[in-house]
Nanobody, 127 residues
């Protein structure tokens, strides 16, 4: 299964977007998995920006996005969301979601242990 990110687009600085993460195949219940959001800007390394743990729904955020992003699950829609507000030009990147098939988020939201990467969604913050 792959986790597909969607909902990106062009937004002005200070604006908001909500990204969605859904499985490409049935049978994957997002309630049971630790889900991470990552981004990669051109010429830069992939960065983990947020994560929600399967075991206790604890949420984690990179320092660069703290207070501006919020991760959540919607069990009815079997979707994980990333609500983004106060967007800055430096948030411009392709955003991906993935799972580490484990119970908790790794320290530093390290993407090395994550799998089931799907196609990302482009977020562009520009005036």
């Amino acid at each position: 299964v792959q986790l597909q990110a969607s909902g990106g687009g062009l937004v002005q600085p200070g604006g908001s977007l909500r990204l969605s993460c859904a499985a490409s195949a049935s049978g994957f219940n997002v309630d049971y998995y630790t889900i991470g959001w990552f981004r990669q800007a051109p010429g830069k390394e992939r960065e983990g920006v947020s994560c929600i743990s399967a075991s206790d729904d604890n949420t984690y955020y990179a320092e660069s996005v703290q207070g501006r992003l919020a991760i959540s699950r919607d069990s009815a829609k079997n979707t994980v969301y990333l609500q983004m507000s106060g967007l800055k030009p430096e948030d411009t990147a392709v955003y991906y979601c993935a799972t580490n098939y484990g119970p908790t988020c790794p320290s530093g939201i390290d993407g090395a242990t994550f799998a089931s990467w799907g196609q990302g969604t482009q977020v562009t913050v520009s005036s």
